[in-house]
């Protein structure tokens, strides 16, 4: 199957920093990527569907200003968490789909982010 | 409004047991996609199966095997003779087209004690 990839795997920040988290499509070209946030045992929520040259798409409740997405090429998406405080700690999932994998929908192996 | 619902939060099991894992979805669309997704404690999705709304045939792969029913909304998992190694947290998702935005449900983490 397709490899999604996602940099870095783990990241400790300072409250009131900025954090840039990058997903890679490496074997495909990923049209469409996805980005979830998964809280101790939780579910997944989606936060975001960015396709590649648009603007992303938020879901409800996700502050876009705090969440940036970048989805300027057809193989990286980058989320950034800026001014992070502690309730932002979660560990952050993306996806990406394309015609070249049959829309089919994979994921990276998350981040996983505590912010002190 | 779609919706995902896993009543279970968590099932204990000891290894050769069988276990069914419940799903039950909400959409109004007619066509939809129904996934299952393994999370071991890495945290990493693993995919399991999908299935499309006009394919209810019921699915079996190994020791996994899928009931769709269309008539009670439900997209049932069930593990036979399960192992240590199926101890995981999973999920059942939603999607409305391929590809498309997934809605998970909120997950049943198993334990399979030896």
């Known amino acids: 199957g397709a490899v999604v990839s996602q940099h870095p795997s783990w990241v400790i920040c300072k409250s009131g920093t900025s954090v840039k988290i990058e997903c890679r499509s490496l074997?495909?070209?990923?049209?469409?990527m996805f980005w979830y946030r998964q809280f101790p045992k939780q579910s997944l929520m989606l936060m975001a569907t960015?396709?590649?040259?648009?603007?992303?798409?938020?879901e409800q409740g996700v502050e876009k200003d705090k969440f940036l997405i970048n989805h300027a090429s057809l193989t990286l998406s980058t989320l950034t968490v800026t001014s992070a405080h502690p309730e932002d700690s979660s560990f952050y999932i993306c996806?990406?789909?394309?015609?070249?994998?049959?829309?089919?929908?994979?994921f990276g192996p998350g981040t996983r982010l505590t912010v002190t | 409004a779609q919706k995902v619902t896993q009543a279970q939060t968590e099932i204990s099991v000891v290894e050769k047991e069988d276990v069914t894992l419940d799903c039950v979805y909400e959409?109004?669309?007619?066509?939809?996609?129904l996934f299952w997704y393994k999370q071991p404690p890495s945290g990493e999705l693993v995919f399991l199966i999908r299935?499309?709304?006009?394919?209810?045939q019921n699915e079996i792969s190994g020791r996994y095997s899928w009931n769709f029913q269309k008539s009670t909304s439900s997209f049932n998992f069930t593990i036979t003779a399960s192992q240590v190694v199926d101890s995981a947290v999973y999920f059942c998702?939603?999607?409305?087209?391929?590809?498309?935005?997934?809605?998970f449900g909120q997950g049943t983490e198993l334990s399979v004690k030896p």
């Open positions: 996806s990406a789909s394309g015609s070249d994998v049959r829309n089919e929908q994979y």
């Open positions: 074997d495909f070209q990923a049209t469409t």
């Open positions: 960015s396709n590649e040259g648009s603007k992303a798409t938020y």
């Open positions: 959409t109004r669309d007619t066509t939809y996609y």
């Open positions: 299935r499309n709304s006009f394919d209810e």
């Open positions: 998702a939603l999607s409305y087209n391929q590809g498309g935005k997934l809605i």
